[in-house]
């Protein structure tokens, strides 16, 4: 098993930042592949970005690419989305998903709770 916790979310004014932190439990946590959806409002939920256990691979919607930045800290089992250039679009539940490879991520294993990112224009 493996626990997911989201962190980070909150309001930030269009064009700016926001950093979330997804912590892993489990004893094979840091062995997952991680990745970042989102589900605005009114909206069915999105794949936003992805990486691979060892951190040397990642996806990420169109949406959202230049902008945003995926990470990840094995000693720390946390993986990061770095949100920069927010805007109106970009407001939604984000949540943290863990799969055992990248290909499957978009089926991934475990979910978080989420964390609301709202974004004032």
């Known amino acids: 098993q493996v626990q997911l916790v989201e962190s980070g979310g909150g309001l930030v004014q269009a064009g700016g930042s926001l950093r979330l932190s997804c912590a892993a439990s489990g004893r094979t946590a840091s062995s997952f592949a991680m990745g970042w959806f989102r589900r605005a409002p009114g909206k069915g939920r999105e794949f936003v970005a992805a990486?691979?256990?060892?951190?040397?691979?990642?996806n990420y919607a169109d949406s959202v690419k230049g902008r945003f930045s995926i990470s990840r800290d094995n000693a720390k089992n946390t993986v990061y989305l770095q949100m920069n250039s927010l805007n109106a679009e970009d407001t939604a539940v984000y949540y943290c998903a863990a799969s055992c490879f990248l290909a499957t991520i978009s089926a991934p294993d475990y979910w978080g709770q989420g964390t609301q990112v709202t974004v004032s224009s």
């Open positions: 990486v691979t256990w060892t951190g040397s691979s990642t």
